[in-house]
């Protein structure tokens, strides 16, 4: 082949000499590509194609031929006559290389020293096909050995039958002799070594199959009995995606060097570059190489740091001391170290983790077209000085022209480079502190840049030096004046924790972490939350940090910020729930804390009702006890006696597509797999509906410890219509939906009705006693956080007798009505419980009892407000008016609040008469008895006063208030004459928000609040204050009522606004001076306070 070569060479060359000159038209490359190779002058086409490649004018059919193997092993399997490989054999000799150890290039050819370079390349090429052949046979040997294994293993379920093969024995061999080295058995080792002397053990290749390296003996050894196998698809699934990155990476080979250092890059390319024995490769799911399609700049920043790593970085990593035994074959070892550790970190948990903890939004990258290129740059930085000449002429010319402030991000690319290539340490410090300082105040996508760049030279660089250099800048910065740099380092802790050693994570970057969640800005804290997140992730094995990072998290539910704790509750604990889980301290640490912390909260919430800052706290405590619900039915479920650990889902992959926006508390997304968690729990639920069934541990702590705990808390604290209820009955809803309806009925209900006494008698008791629950916020718990979850016909029925129950048992021991209000207020927001309290209350209107019919009519006007018309005129109505013409004066009085509901919630104008009525009958009807009632209406007429029509208010409201202020200097007891005054104050503050006429303020308000001011001077004279400033307001709005405005009175139209919202600020000040005034008054706090039936 080389002869006919030559020849073609000669030939042409004397075709020039004779001024033979060749036409581009009179050929074409593709002919003679196709004429060398059907000649097969493989060497001439060969040549033709490397000049062709490097001009740029590549060939298909050059290309598809050279890269194809297996033209070549077909030829010398046809011309030899045998396998290309034989069985013990070694690397069969083409003739091609027969010939060219024949000729003497130096005699035969016209240029030798040109012909040893052709010689050498052909050898190169050569040799990395054979190679390529021997790595596909050995990788098809291994699938071939490890199906056979399997197979074996299950006809018979065992392999002592089976005598040791000789791959596993050298495996054996290989682990036992690391072993004696490590335990410094020196002489052991060397007399192992003489007898196995047809073993290399300084290198893992020579076992002899691409297997790649186990766990240590002492580990396998730990965690001896909780392997388990996976299935088979798993493992083929794995090694194919082996096997199509290392042909990327031995596609990307260009001479001998790269050839050699290849099998340790691919056998690296999945490693995590961090210090530890953890598989962080698992931290996100598999996406496309092409930095272009990604979504999320803050993921990618995470997913480069997996997917970029290099040789030279994970020898630095293996010098580390939790690396201590680096090998470029340890993914088997990390993926099963992965299984057994984190069956509470799925991928798609994790991938979700990491999504939520991204620092930038998806529309970034889109948005500028210079900052796409820019982080091109960045992610593909040079590593020799060849290619830093390239990239300074790409960059060059966009600094030149944009040196300025807005622009500097242009200088990143360069920076990084120089930090990378540069060997002395002062330098790159001072390059490392450029860039912190290039940009005064880093915008958004300006720390895009800068926080990929540390990315990226932080795997080149890396632990030590990332230690060393690049987090004592952060340190630096961490106090910077600018929001913007400390932000900065806020997320910068956490781009940089996969290149950061165990110890180094656990100690400097979390006192960084911490420190950073104590500024003053929220967008510092919030960027510190998602990087603390992320670390409770890589601490996923380690429990010297524990108790400490718990510390951390119960100080975050005391932040201010409503972003901060959203964050925390949907990003930190779901994290540091998992880490607790991997670990084993959920029930022994997590969550007997948070109950203790929420004892203290309840004990504080009933001292202090009032205190906004106690009630948020309670309100976080609870949320965060919701949070754990997830995490400890996988936990049960995990631990159950159906559980089959050969069921495991793969970890390492997420089988189930869950968006990034999914919840990181669902507990499919913590299992893993959607279908597989979907079946197991459909085995809980067939399990626990049996009649009988044993309870495993797991199952027993949950009912008689956590759920036990939270409903004890519940008994005590008092029912509230804030946050706090809410927070209760979301945490029971959540409750409900994970475990489920079958164990709602056999365990949940059980436990409540243990603390529920229904027994009027002896609910007797316990209210005397105040030791009652049905008066707290159980009762509320119950109703409307469990029995609504599934709303099934059982559940509504059993929702109406235990309201009847409650109500009539309430109200026959005269226990306050707090908690059933609190039930109603509920309640009243599922559409389908309308109708059963409507039944509930006709049952108690239709009830002998005076005191049921009384408590009925105190809960009508949560009703009245959120039903339809035609359950208002059809059901509530006739129930009111029936207690209405009751002859007992305590239901009576019951109905006054639902009739102010109606003439505040109402426009139905026969409906409205009707309460006109019936209120100006009760006001006429003198009766000494009647005192409360009198107050009652006074205080409704102000409340409903800024809602009704004018017409109403002046033919009605204004002129029973006068009435009532003269018939009250009749009345003989000044206690009563004060509550009236007191009410009429109130109500009097509420119509000062109203907007009133001139002749209305003139003829109406101002003479009643005259006779008010007579009669409080001589009664309540600690008011007189109060109400001089009310009949100033009054006489100002008179003043400048707008019927008598004239422009030049007017003004401006700014001081129109002024008057017009003068009514409201006059309530505001009248209801102070009143509160203030009120905390003076021994008697208020009687007359405030609803007085009992007698």
């Not at 945490?731 to 006494?757: D, E, N, S, V």
């Not at 629950?773 to 559940?795: N, Q, R, S, W």
Request: a negative charge; hydrophobic letters at 40%; one cysteine or more.
């Amino acid at each position: 082949v080389m002869l006919q070569r030559l020849t073609m060479n000669r030939m042409l060359k004397a075709k020039q000499k004779k001024g033979h000159e060749m036409k581009s038209s009179s050929f074409s490359y593709e002919e003679i590509a196709k004429q060398l190779l059907s000649d097969k002058l493989l060497l001439s086409a060969l040549e033709l194609h490397a000049e062709l490649t490097e001009k740029g004018k590549e060939l298909r059919t050059l290309r598809d031929y050279f890269s194809n193997p297996g033209n070549f092993e077909t030829l010398y399997s046809i011309k030899n006559n045998t396998n290309f490989f034989s069985p013990g054999s070694g690397l069969a000799r083409s003739e091609s290389h027969h010939t060219l150890d024949s000729i003497d290039f130096l005699a035969n050819s016209e240029d030798g020293e040109h012909c040893v370079d052709e010689r050498i390349a052909v050898l190169e090429f050569e040799l990395r096909k054979a190679h390529e052949t021997i790595k596909s046979l050995r990788n098809n040997l291994t699938v071939v050995a490890v199906t056979d294994d399997r197979s074996q293993l299950e006809n018979d379920g065992s392999d002592k039958q089976h005598p040791i093969k000789p791959h596993e024995k050298r495996m054996l061999n290989f682990m036992i002799n690391e072993y004696l080295l490590n335990q410094n058995y020196k002489l052991t080792s060397n007399t192992f070594a003489d007898e196995n002397e047809d073993q290399d053990f300084e290198d893992w290749d020579d076992v002899g199959l691409n297997v790649k390296r186990p766990l240590e003996l002492p580990l396998l050894l730990r965690d001896h009995g909780k392997h388990f196998l996976e299935k088979s698809e798993c493992q083929d699934v794995a090694c194919q995606t082996d096997l199509v990155v290392c042909r990327s990476v031995r596609d990307q080979s260009v001479n001998t060097e790269e050839a050699k250092t290849e099998p340790v890059i691919v056998s690296n390319v999945h490693h995590f570059t961090t210090g530890e024995r953890l598989p962080e490769s698992d931290l996100v799911s598999e996406r496309s190489s092409n930095s272009k399609e990604t979504e999320n700049i803050g993921v990618t920043i995470i997913e480069k740091s997996i997917k970029l790593g290099t040789s030279k970085s994970l020898d630095t990593v293996g010098e580390s001391e939790d690396y201590k035994s680096a090998s470029s074959h340890n993914i088997v070892d990390h993926h099963y170290l992965f299984q057994q550790r984190t069956r509470y970190q799925s991928a798609c948990f994790l991938k979700t983790l990491v999504s939520k903890c991204c620092l930038y939004p998806s529309s970034l990258v889109k948005t500028s077209i210079s900052g796409h290129r820019i982080d091109k740059e960045i992610t593909s930085i040079a590593n020799n000085p060849e290619s830093l000449v390239f990239m300074l002429s790409r960059c060059l010319p966009h600094i030149v022209p944009n040196i300025i402030l807005a622009k500097r991000e242009e200088l990143v690319p360069l920076i990084l480079c120089a930090i990378n290539l540069n060997t002395i340490a002062e330098e790159r410090d001072k390059l490392l502190s450029v860039l912190f300082n290039l940009i005064k105040r880093p915008d958004l996508e300006q720390r895009t840049m800068i926080l990929t760049g540390f990315a990226v030279i932080a795997q080149h660089l890396g632990p030590a030096k990332v230690e060393s250099e690049i987090l004592p800048q952060c340190w630096e910065q961490i106090n910077h004046k600018y929001m913007e740099r400390r932000l900065l380092v806020a997320e910068s802790c956490g781009v940089l924790l996969p290149y950061v050693p165990s110890a180094i994570r656990n100690s400097l970057v979390f006192s960084m972490i911490q420190q950073c969640y104590e500024d003053k800005e929220e967008l510092v804290r919030l960027a510190a939350i998602k990087s603390l997140a992320l670390l409770f992730i890589f601490m996923r094995s380690q429990k010297d940090k524990f108790a400490q990072s718990f510390d951390v998290l119960l100080m975050t539910f005391s932040d201010e910020s409503v972003k901060v704790l959203e964050a925390v509750n949907r990003i930190l604990l779901p994290s540091f729930y998992s880490w607790a889980c991997t670990i084993g301290c959920l029930e022994s640490d997590v969550i007997p804390r948070i109950i203790a912390q929420l004892k203290y909260g309840v004990q504080e919430y009933n001292e202090s009702l009032q205190n906004q800052a106690v009630q948020g706290k309670l309100v976080q405590m609870l949320s965060a006890t919701q949070s754990v619900i997830p995490f400890l039915f996988i936990h049960v479920l995990i631990h159950s006696p159906f559980f089959s650990h050969s069921e495991m889902p793969d970890l390492s992959n997420c089988t189930s597509s869950f968006d990034e926006f999914h919840l990181l508390d669902s507990p499919a997304l913590i299992y893993g797999d959607a279908r597989e968690y979907e079946e197991l729990v459909d085995k809980f639920n067939e399990y626990i509906n049996q009649e009988w069934f044993e309870e495993w541990d797991q199952l027993l702590y949950v009912t008689k410890s956590f759920l036990s705990e939270i409903l004890s808390l519940l008994s005590v604290l008092d029912p509230s219509l804030g946050p706090v209820l809410k927070s209760v009955i979301g945490l029971f809803h959540h409750f409900c939906q994970i475990f489920g309806h079958t164990y709602l009925h056999k365990k949940m209900k059980p436990a409540f009705y243990a603390l529920i006494t229904l027994d009027h008698e002896k609910f007797h008791t316990e209210v005397f006693n105040e030791k009652t629950a049905l008066t707290k916020t159980l009762v509320p718990a119950y109703a409307a956080g469990v029995l609504t979850v599934y709303h099934t016909d059982e559940d509504m029925s059993e929702l109406r007798l235990f309201l009847e129950k409650v109500l009539l048992v309430i109200a026959l021991c005269k226990a306050p009505l707090s908690s059933l209000q609190a039930t109603f207020n509920e309640l009243i927001q599922f559409p389908f419980t309308h109708s059963i309290m409507i039944d509930v209350l006709w049952t108690a209107v239709k009830n002998g009892s005076p005191f049921v019919r009384a408590s009925a009519g105190r809960l009508f006007p949560v009703l009245v407000a959120n039903i339809s018309e035609a359950q208002l005129n059809t059901k509530v109505v006739p129930a009111l008016f029936s207690l209405a013409s009751d002859s007992d004066r305590f239901v009576l009085q019951s109905t006054v609040p639902a009739f102010g509901a109606i003439l505040e919630s109402t426009t139905q104008r026969e409906l409205l008469d009707k309460v006109y009525h019936l209120l100006e009958t009760f006001l006429e009807t003198p009766d000494e008895n009647n005192h409360i009632l009198v107050v009652e209406i006074i205080r409704i007429l102000g409340k409903s006063a800024p809602h009704v029509e004018g017409v109403f208010r002046e033919n009605f409201i204004f002129p029973k208030l006068s009435n009532v202020i003269q018939q009250n200097k009749a009345v003989n007891n000044v206690t009563r004459q004060k509550d009236i005054i007191l009410a009429l104050i109130d109500a009097f503050t509420s119509i000062s928000c109203c907007f009133l006429s001139e002749d209305t303020v003139t003829n109406q308000i101002l003479p009643s609040m005259k006779m008010l001011l007579s009669d409080v001077q001589s009664i309540a004279p600690t008011y007189e204050d109060t109400v001089r400033d009310m009949m100033k307001e009054f006489e100002a709005r008179s003043d400048i009522s707008l019927g008598n405005l004239t422009p030049d009175r007017l003004g401006s139209f700014a001081n129109l606004t002024s008057m017009m919202s003068q009514g409201v600020d006059m309530k505001n000040k009248m209801t102070k001076l009143i509160q203030a005034n009120k905390s003076k008054s021994p008697l208020l706090p009687t007359f405030f306070k609803k007085k009992p039936p007698s």
